[in-house]
């Protein structure tokens, strides 16, 4: 990177203050060693540092890349050697390019540091990035621009942060708004039943039962929607340590409840349930409201005669133990792009649905720190992973 580190001694100085004899010519020999040591030690400092740093001459064409250009920017140092920004730059939008160049002319120009600038970037591989760059004037010993410092950082993972800190603070006034909904309907749709209950016996036409056990029916289904508003925004239980047997009893306890439904579908289910000798801290109600969501989504998708399978075993990610649970259908799948929608609060692609449940069981999994993956193939069904952290003693 030809940048020189020159130390000079006022002789006038050294004179006035009788610091000794005039130097010799081998005594400059450890000056000269300095500006080597020191032009090493920039090196090293712009080839650590995870911003990109470009040297422009007065050209603008491009004299030297450290190593993390060609991170971010996915272009090899020798293609942008030599070359202006818009000679090497892809193609990914002429305003932003002529805006970069803009930014480099005019700090030659007024010899002071640009603001920052902010601009979205396409690679050539196709990766998106935002991007965040200054330049900064180089002078030399008379005080003349002789080459323009660009320092470029990759902002992408900060922005994506920022707009999830601004869907969470929304979602959180939204969940808010429902819970307080939630519990004003409660509290009226208790009062309904029982009082449907008392008129219940005392009606002779079975055509009048049929009508009210249509209503409580109805009844049954809102106030199970207004529940899980009222358990999502509960806080979280307190979490006991189990061995994952408890998983096995609380499947069997959720196929009991759905047993109704898999029979009039003639689905039958499948269970490799591990009983390894290990334990987790675990919230049985929520758990078994994550396996009550799940498992009703996978009857839903299932067609008659089709296939569930149930399986647990230890597996390790990321070099951390965690118990699987793992869920598969035979039903219609789901398509790629949609499967982060399917954990959106409000997405549902079945009529009629609220698009709460795999919002609320993301919740529970997220209080246990573990986390929940989907894999699926249109046509060929749907595979959903629950990940829970096992105990280390």
Avoid at 47 to 62: F, G, P, T, W, Y
Avoid at 150 to 177: G, W
Avoid at 365 to 391: A, C, N, Q, W
Wanted: overall charge neutral.
């Amino acid at each position: 990177m030809g940048i020189e580190v020159k130390a000079r001694v006022s002789e006038r100085k050294l004179t006035k203050k009788k610091m000794g004899p005039p130097m010799r010519e081998h005594s400059k020999e450890p000056i000269k060693r300095l500006g080597k040591i020191s032009e090493q030690v920039l090196s090293g400092i712009v080839q650590s540092i995870e911003a990109a740093v470009v040297l422009h001459d007065r050209k603008l064409k491009v004299v030297f890349v450290n190593d993390a250009f060609e991170s971010i920017f996915e272009i090899e140092g020798e293609n942008a050697t030599g070359r202006s920004p818009m000679e090497f730059l892809p193609e990914f939008d002429n305003s932003h390019r002529e805006a970069i160049i803009s930014r480099l002319e005019n700090t030659l120009k007024t010899g002071k540091r640009s603001r920052y600038h902010e601009f979205p970037y396409c690679s050539p591989n196709g990766t998106y990035r935002q991007l965040l760059a200054i330049s900064i004037p180089i002078f030399n010993n008379k005080n003349e621009i002789t080459h323009v410092m660009s320092v470029i950082h990759d902002v992408t993972r900060r922005k994506e942060l920022e707009k999830e800190a601004v869907k969470s603070a929304k979602l959180s006034s939204i969940a808010d708004m429902a819970y307080t909904l939630a519990h004003e309907i409660n509290n009226p749709l208790t009062g309904i039943k029982l009082g449907l209950s008392t008129l219940y016996e005392s009606l002779g036409k079975e055509e009048n039962i049929k009508v009210v056990d249509s209503v409580m029916k109805d009844l049954n289904r809102i106030q199970s929607t207004v529940h899980a508003f009222l358990k999502a925004k509960k806080k979280p239980s307190q979490m006991k340590k189990e061995g994952i047997s408890i998983i096995a009893e609380i499947i069997e306890d959720v196929l009991f409840h759905l047993s109704g439904q898999l029979d009039l579908q003639s689905i039958s289910v499948d269970k490799q349930l591990h009983n390894d000798d290990v334990y987790i801290l675990t919230d049985r109600d929520g758990i078994h409201q994550i396996l009550l969501n799940v498992l009703l989504n996978a009857i839903q998708a299932t067609p008659e005669n089709g296939k569930i399978a149930i399986s647990t075993n230890t597996i390790a990610r990321d070099n951390k133990p965690f118990l699987c649970i793992s869920l598969a259908d035979t039903g219609a799948g789901i398509e790629t792009d949609k499967y982060q929608e399917a954990f959106r609060p409000f997405y549902s692609s079945k009529p009629g649905g609220v698009g709460l449940g795999l919002s609320i069981c993301k919740n529970i999994i997220s209080s246990h720190k573990g986390f929940m993956e989907l894999e699926s193939d249109r046509g060929k069904g749907t595979i959903v992973s629950i990940y829970l952290p096992v105990i280390c003693d």
